[in-house]
Each structure stands twice: as C-alpha cells, then as structure tokens.
C-alpha cells in the first residue's frame, strides 16, 4: 500500500483544516487507515483510524469533538477534518494503514506509512 498524504499548513487557533490520505497498491478497503502526529521532540501519537467495512471508529481523547476521520472508498481515499485547532495541534501528521483493528493506536503496529503534511497552528 502507497500512501499520499496531502492538505496541511498554517491555519490560526480555531480555524480548520481537512487532511487528505489516497491510497493506491492493494487493496484499500482491507485495511484500517489512521491518522498519527508528530511534535517536535515527541514521539509520534495516535490520533484517529476507522475501519472497513462498517466505519467504526476510535479517537484520541484530545481530539474528540473536534476531529472527524471518513474515508471514501470511490477514492481510496481517507480524511481527517479537524475543527477547532490548537496551537498544541502543530505537528507533522501521517497516515498510515493496517490490517489491524481501530484499537491499534502504538504506531509501531502499523505496517504503512504516508510521508506526511505539516500542520502549524498559530495563537
């Protein structure tokens, strides 16, 4: 699975973004995709992921309310719309996919990976 992760940049604190992830290889809908971010100096967290078939669904704690995962089968495609953001939101987001379950959130886990979009939130 090849993953292109597109739709950072810098946005104010409370505004919006909506990430993109296209998945081309095999076959996308065997796989639980997921959104990870990266601080700087941090270590890479779990933030989202769904699974296929049925959209379940698992969130970050900080993120719930506030991020919406989805994904588009049509596309192969996997979003994240995050509303409400934070200047703590800032990092390096990736997405990722598994054949795993949506419980999955140590990123070691997961076997591929997007080269991922860069995500500024100013105060």
């Known amino acids: 699975v090849q993953l292109q992760a597109s739709g950072g940049g810098l946005v104010q604190a409370g505004g919006s973004l909506r990430l993109s992830c296209e998945a081309s290889?095999?076959?996308?809908?065997?796989?639980?995709m997921g959104w990870f971010r990266q601080a700087p100096g941090a270590e890479r967290e779990f933030l989202a992921a769904?699974?296929?078939?049925?959209?379940?669904?698992n969130y970050r704690d900080s993120v719930k309310g506030r991020f919406t995962i989805s994904r588009d089968g049509a596309k192969n495609t996997v979003y994240l719309q995050m509303n409400s953001l934070r200047p703590d939101d800032t990092g390096v987001y990736y997405c990722a996919a598994d054949p795993g379950s949506v419980r999955h959130t140590l990123a070691r886990s997961w076997q591929y990976w997007g080269q991922g979009t860069q995500v500024t939130v100013s105060s």
């Open positions: 769904i699974a296929w078939p049925g959209g379940s669904t």
């Open positions: 290889g095999r076959t996308f809908r065997a796989y639980t």
